[in-house]
Nanobody
Framework: QVQLAESGGGSVQAGGSLRLSCIAS????????MDWYREAPGKQRELVAG???????NYANSVKDRFTVSRDNANNTVHLQMNSLKPEDTAIYYC?????????????WGQGTQVTVSS
């Protein structure tokens, strides 16, 4: 009922930047929370950054001061600006939302976008 389309992944050298975007579509009433998670090979999926409708944000300690999450409520879009990238940021990045759809709230995930940072 909710589709998430991610874009912006790719390969970059350490110290570089990338910007991820995710657009949510479907029979959406509201999206209280929009998050970015990542999953590196051999590691568990972890929360990178999240943002609420009011603009409150939270970040993993490992990305604070380097990554910035933002959203466009009118267009159900969330962005992740990643600066000063490090090889340890290499992972598949997933967009996640909690969305109200026709009277119920549920979790939805994007298909993931690869981010590769070389040293």
């Amino acid at each position: 009922q909710v589709q998430l389309a991610e874009s912006g992944g790719g390969s970059v050298q350490a110290g570089g930047s990338l910007r991820l975007s995710c657009i949510a579509s479907g029979k959406i009433i509201s999206i209280p929370v929009m998050d970015w998670y990542r999953e590196a090979p051999g590691k568990q999926r972890e929360l990178v950054a999240g943002i609420t409708t009011s603009g409150s944000t939270n970040y993993a300690n490992s990305v604070k001061d380097r990554f910035t999450v933002s959203r466009d409520n009118a267009n159900n879009t969330v962005h992740l600006q990643m600066n000063s990238l490090k090889p340890e940021d290499t992972a598949i990045y997933y967009c996640h939302v909690k969305a109200w759809v026709t009277g119920m709230i549920d979790d939805y995930w994007g298909q993931g976008t690869q981010v590769t940072v070389s040293s």
